[in-house]
């Protein structure tokens, strides 16, 4: 039993079910990112376990209290709101310990919670000011604030960075996670920003369409997606798939491949239970930084696989160079050195690391596991 | 007014710009004309409209018409002037203005922030009842005053007024309220605040702008009403109805003057309203009907 | 562990219905109850006061029959139609013009909205008045020197119903404008800017974008125009208390003095039936499309 627990929960608007048997059990201390493209669930999860919208089926259980039909102010939860929700009448001070007063904390004692929180985040200064006043950092900070004041079993977010500009929510991600080490809280964050994903959990669930698709630690997600969609949700640039066919040589698999000028190319695969697909045509997965210039290859890799192909457009990046490619008629991105020296319209040597491709059943779109 | 931009891409001639500004002042004038008309008229002696021109200034000042309307013209029978009629109007306008505006914002406050199955089709019935013609509910309504023994009563107007004031003054509170975020309303219930707390100390204090407009409104309203004043005033007729009958009253002279200062009067208390918050009459007409 | 709600929790649930039951009662009772007990007096043979002998539909037809009833359809029509096209009209080209970055645009606009303040009695006795012939305008211009000038409209039974149309049209045609005010202050200056460059003259983008883009503005001032003129009583009773005869009778004046004075309460209840049925053709389709537009 977890510190946060949903068990079978269901939720339906009349005849249209949008979450379906959702099952996550969260630890003590855990951060757990709900991920998904919009409409995906994520936010009326949350808002399940925060109380807001009532349960339709199964059972949310918080320190193994089951919480269903318990109101939100009595669930010892906490949130932090994607337009920060701050009370545009009372100061920055009222709108902090407003929980607390409802709960009828004497005024003493809010005063000292009050004192530590903003030591912390360092809102000492903007106690008397109205939100209005705030700039939309400022906003953010008071929005945690208000939560961590009330110092409850688990926090929830729901996008709280998704109003900031690009600058400053990089500077937030930071603080949070930051924040998260130190205090050692239960946390769980819907975001539809995948890298937010990656950089702040401690575990992620990417939903779509009501279900979770894979739950798991972000390098097992990053490395090992559970299907397509997992695959090409998270990173960025996207995982780039490949329609190949699996063919023996030498007694191992290998994923045959058409380039840019009809040449076919044969790619060894690391994983050898492949065999079995042998002749049956599949989806191959690749991270763009596993495609590179054979310089920049990754040494560790015990296969390494070399391959030339015209090179479509180059897109300098700064640190890295995106080249795109035809692979089987589809473009293909690969992630190179800044300096790798690639011309568009010519033919160019890369370096695949068949070690960190996987492969999918086109017919259920699901990796094909090890 | 939206915000956007005060000035339009268009730009004009010095001719079509002239005949613009011309005619622009000439409907000034002719807003103006009745207002005019009244003043003046009802700051001089009758024989001064009878036997002069009405456009003229008075060549004898005088307060007389004004203070004949206000206490001792002859109002239907009584020689009691308006100042009883006017009187009825302010014990019946402040009462249903305030009880309308409250149950109105808690209305309002309901079918935003507390929505439920079918709030629509409660709100669409609630809107309804702003447009309908008064006359179809006139019987009934004389019936049913008449069984609660408040027939020809200011609290028996003050009923009416209310019952059929909701519809707009929730239209506006609901308008209003629906552009407040629903996350304020969620984080309040989670800091442990219930359905009044939220109401009191997170919505009210912010409903400053629309309350005006639902006061206005409603006073405006309630304060020019004829139809309910006349069918179910009895012996508690308010201003409108009085001023009616002071002009209307067939014995004796025709005293115009009077019968002017009687019309600013009835028309006094709303346009002191206009002057100092028209702004907000303005931005609610068109926020709450136009927007519906 | 209880997975019941708490009493907290259901009393929250419950009491926003119970807050806004009050008010739902209290229109189904005086807004839909009273409509249905106005529907029924009008096919009963009600006199003076509410009786329940069933008469059928003998109440419309001879409500139909009566000459009253037929001047007071063909004087709403004529007031209905003239009201709403001319204070469109006005409205429109005094918003136009206001929006051509007018100099005094902040004391011009009061001006024209003020009316709208008024009652209609007062409206209503300014006017009848001023347009008296004994001592208003026709005298006036008379005086300055213009002797065959003739108006007398409120004393002619052809004309008096015009006179209605000019004071209402003064009550209400400065809310019309800002009404369009607003809806031309609301379209975006890119619109009309490209519109510029693609170019199109000052009238070709007032006809083809602006007018076009202030659609619902149209409509919400015929919506609104049209339910001030089936409603209208206060101003005719003000204005011409329905004479010269019965000139300017219209519906509601029609319906007060057979309900209330003539002691017809079964004709009245129909003719308040028709009423409502000519308002609620045009309000509920609006009101359908603006609510579920909404949603």
Known sequence: MGFLDIRNVTKSYGPVQVLHRIDIAVEEGEFLVLVGPSGCGKSTLLNMIAG???????????????????????????????SYALYPNMTVGQNMTFGLEMHGVPKPERDRALADVAKLLQIETLLDRKPGQLSGGQRQRVAMGRALVRNPDVFLFDEPL?????????????????????????????????????????????????????????????????????????????????????????????????????????????????????GKPILLGIRPEAITDPEGADRKSGNIQPFSNRVTVTEPAGSDTFVTMTLSGKDVIARMRADANVTPGQSFDFAINMEKAVAFDPATEARIPA | MAAVTQDTAVSTGRITRTFIYLVLVLFALFYLLPLYVMGVNSLKPLNEITGGNMMALPSQWTLEPWRSAWSTAQIGVEPTGLKPYFLNSILMVVPAVAISTIIGALNGYVLTKWRFRGDTWVFGLMLFSCFIPFQIVLIPMAVVLGKLGLAGTVPGLILVHVVYGIGFTTLYFRNYYASFPTELVRAAMIDGAGFFRIFWRILLPVSGPIAVVSVIWQFTNIWNDFLFGVSFGGTSQPMTVALNNLVQSSTGVKEYNVHFAGAILAALPTLLVYIVAGRYFVRGLMAGSVKG | MATEADFRTRLQDWLPKLVLAPSFAVTLLFVYGFILFTIVLSFTGSKMLPKFTWVGFENYEKLFALPAWNTAIVNIAIFATL???????????????????????????????????????????????????????????????????????????E????????????????????????????????????????????????????????????????????????????????????????ATEMPATFMYSYTFTRNQMGIGASSAVIMLMTIAAIMVPYLYAELKEKK
Not at chain 1, 55 to 82: C, L, Y
Not at chain 1, 258 to 269: C, E, K, N, Q, S
Not at chain 3, 159 to 179: D, K, N, R
Not at chain 3, 206 to 219: E, G
């Open chain 3, 159 to 246: 004309m008096a119903l015009y006179t209605i149309v000019i004071a209402a049209v003064w009550q209400t045609s400065g809310f019309v404008m800002a009404m369009f005010l607003a809806g031309l202050r609301g379209i975006d200056n890119e619109t009309l800017k490209a519109a510029q460059i693609d170019g199109a003259s000052n009238w070709q983008l007032y006809r083809r974008i602006v007018i076009p883009l202030l659609r619902p503005a149209f409509l919400s001032a015929f919506v609104i125009l049209s339910h001030l003129a089936i409603k209208s009583y206060d101003l005719v009773i003000a204005l011409t208390g329905g004479g010269p005869g019965r």
């Open chain 3, 83 to 157: 009201y709403i096209v001319i204070c469109t009209v006005i409205g429109l080209m005094l918003a136009i013009f206001l929006d051509q970055k007018i100099r005094g645009e902040g004391m011009l606009r009061p001006i024209y909205l003020y009316p709208m303040a008024l009652s209609f009695i007062v409206t209503g006795t300014a006017w009848k008045w001023f347009l008296d012939p004994g001592i208003g305008l026709e005298r006036i211009m008379h005086q300055w020197g213009w002797e065959s000038f003739s108006f007398t409209w409120i004393k002619d039974g």
């Open chain 1, 162 to 278: 998704s109003n900031l500009d690009a600058k400053l929510r990089v500077d937030m991600r930071t603080e949070i996670k930051k924040l998260h080490q130190k205090l050692k809280t239960t946390i769980v964050y819907v975001t539809h920003d995948q890298i937010e994903a990656l950089t702040l959990s401690t575990r992620i669930a990417v939903m779509n369409k009501g279900h979770v698709q894979q739950l798991g630690t972000p390098k097992e997600i990053y490395d090992t997606p559970a299907n397509l969609f997992v695959a090409t949700f998270m990173g960025s640039p996207a995982m780039n798939i490949v329609p190949a066919t699996v063919v023996m040589e030498n007694g191992h698999p290998h994923a045959a491949l058409t380039d840019a000028d009809g040449g076919v190319h044969r790619l060894r695969f690391s994983q050898a239970n492949l065999a079995a697909w042998e």
């Open chain 1, 52 to 82: 807001l919208e009532a349960i339709t089926d199964g059972e949310i259980a918080i320190k193994g209290r089951v919480v269903n039909g318990v109101h939100p102010s009595k669930r010892n939860i906490a949130m932090v709101f994607q």
